[in-house]
Antibody, heavy 119, light 110 residues
Framework: EVQLVESGGGLVQPGGSLRLSCEVS????????MSWVRQAPGKGLEWVAN????????YHVDSVKGRFTISRDNAKNSLYLQMNSLRAEDTAVYYC????????????WGQGTMVTVSS | QSALTQPASVSGSPGQSITISCTGT?????????VSWYQQHPGKVPKFMIY???KRPSGVSNRFSGSKSGITASLTISGLQAEDEADYYC??????????FGGGTKLTVL
């Protein structure tokens, strides 16, 4: 069974840091690009970051550049998002998702982990 | 990297057809035939319904169809059913391995 399980969310103060993890099973993780997509409460989806199979290419949305970093560990079948200098507007459910370049879609999603930035 | 523009809400009666528009720029929707559509029911994970503008993955009803003209893509749902009530998001490839989503449209089946 294909599974993406996020963890690491929680309540953090503005300016703080958090590291999200996504553990993958059921497919060969090292063969796929992976992404983080977030959804603020009651709001729409926002693509956050992509990473290539071997981690050699990483892309981030402008609003998180310099603050967030996507990374992966293929030996551990895991995807990460290091979030620094967090702001209230980063409050959202963060989903990890598999990128299917053959279809140009996010074809498999985790259940998400909630990040709340508040004092 | 501005969000694609979608209407906030649309509605239709069972059996009717509705169309949701998604307007971008020449750097995303207009520049690539890589527009996808996602359906999200409340409290659920998004599910892709259309890819590459107009293609349907296996298992998605042929009541769902997509198209594109210039910088505007569209999702049409024909023969509306109660189960179609959900939020719908368009998404476009925006070059350099990046993506951009639309703001989302809430579909209400009357």
């Amino acid at each position: 069974e294909v599974q993406l399980v996020e963890s690491g969310g929680g309540l953090v103060q503005p300016g703080g840091s958090l590291r999200l993890s996504c553990e993958v099973s059921g497919f060969t993780f090292s063969r796929y690009w992976m992404s983080w997509v977030r959804q603020a409460p009651g709001k729409g989806l926002e693509w956050v970051a992509n990473i290539k199979q071997d981690g050699s290419e990483k892309y981030h949305v402008d609003s998180v550049k310099g603050r967030f970093t996507i990374s992966r560990d293929n030996a551990k079948n895991s995807l990460y998002l290091q979030m620094n200098s967090l702001r209230a507007e980063d409050t959202a459910v963060y989903y990890c998702a598999r990128v299917n370049w053959g279809y140009h879609v996010f074809d498999i999603w985790g259940q998400g982990t909630m990040v709340t930035v508040s004092s | 990297q501005s969000a694609l523009t979608q209407p906030a809400s649309v509605s239709g009666s069972p059996g009717q057809s509705i169309t949701i528009s998604c307007t971008g720029t020449s750097s995303d929707v207009g520049g690539y035939n890589y527009v996808s559509w996602y359906q999200q029911h409340p409290g659920k994970v998004p599910k892709f319904m259309i890819y590459d503008v107009s293609k349907r993955p296996s298992g998605v009803s042929n009541r769902f169809s997509g198209s594109k003209s210039g910088i505007t893509a569209s999702l049409t749902i024909s023969g509306l059913q109660a189960e179609d009530e959900a939020d719908y998001y368009c998404c476009s490839y925006a070059g350099n391995s990046t993506f951009v989503f639309g703001g989302g449209t809430k579909l209400t089946v009357l």
